[in-house]
T-cell receptor, first 114, second 114 residues
Framework: SQQGEEDPQALSIQEGENATMNCSYKTSINNLQWYRQNSGRGLVHLILIRSNEREKHSGRLRVTLDTSKKSSSLLITASRAADTASYFCATDGWSGGGADGLTFGKGTHLIIQP | ETGVTQSPTHLIKTRGQQVTLRCSSQ?????VSWYQQALGQGPQFIFQ???????GRGNFPPRFSGLQFPNYSSELNVNALELDDSALYLC?????????????FGPGTRLTVL
């Protein structure tokens, strides 16, 4: 079953604008990760934020995490055509005693228009 | 450093047949996870292998089985294929467990069941 729900399902913006995607999840987590997928290919890891962190930056990416609301957001600043892809949040409830894998949402499809 | 590789890239099978998909993990990674991604959906966790044993499993029937070899490469076997098994199958490797559960994905195998 899908734990996360990304919002919006699709987003189309002009090159140079900022893109914001949101993710909500249901259960307690160890960390939350964001991945990018181009045209149904493999996923590329973008950023990981631990449950005790509130904000994290990596280049043009900014991720926030609010565990009280069970939500996260991914901000891509100064978007480029190459950012066109599907973006997924994935939660990890791994406690170290066993593996549940990552639980992914359905993704946000981002289109950057030149 | 070699990334995660998967073979074959594409595969067409008929209902009732059996299929084996292969994955080579990234150097230094001892854990391999498999995911199924249906069209328009996020990846769903199938199972994870650690030290050649299944370490966790998602909501998939027993006809989905796997192996991990001493060199940490892995196979996913699916018996009695059904039409709904048509999907992109993703393999992901991750480093030893003391690190975050960041997973590194291969390009995937596209399976079509006719």
């Amino acid at each position: 079953s899908q734990q996360g729900e990304e919002d919006p399902q699709a987003l189309s913006i002009q090159e140079g604008e900022n893109a914001t995607m949101n993710c909500s999840y249901k259960t307690s987590i160890n960390n939350l990760q964001w991945y990018r997928q181009n045209s149904g290919r493999g996923l590329v890891h973008l950023i990981l934020i631990r449950s005790n962190e509130r904000e994290k930056h990596s280049g043009r990416l900014r991720v926030t995490l609010d565990t009280s609301k069970k939500s996260s957001s991914l901000l891509i600043t100064a978007s480029r055509a190459a950012d066109t892809a599907s973006y997924f949040c994935a939660t990890d409830g791994w406690s170290g005693g066993g593996a549940d894998g990552l639980t992914f949402g359905k993704g946000t499809h981002l289109i950057i228009q030149p | 450093e070699t990334g995660v590789t998967q073979s074959p890239t594409h595969l067409i099978k008929t209902r009732g047949q059996q299929v084996t998909l292969r994955c080579s993990s990234q150097s230094g990674h001892n854990t391999v996870s498999w995911y199924q991604q249906a069209l328009g959906q996020g990846p769903q966790f199938i199972f994870q292998y650690y030290r050649e044993e299944e370490n966790g499993r998602g909501n998939f029937p027993p006809r989905f089985s796997g192996l991990q070899f001493p060199n940490y490469s892995s196979e996913l076997n699916v018996n009695a294929l059904e039409l709904d098994d048509s999907a992109l199958y993703l393999c992901a490797s991750s480093p030893p467990r003391e690190y975050n559960n960041e997973q590194f994905f291969g390009p995937g195998t596209r399976l079509t069941v006719l």
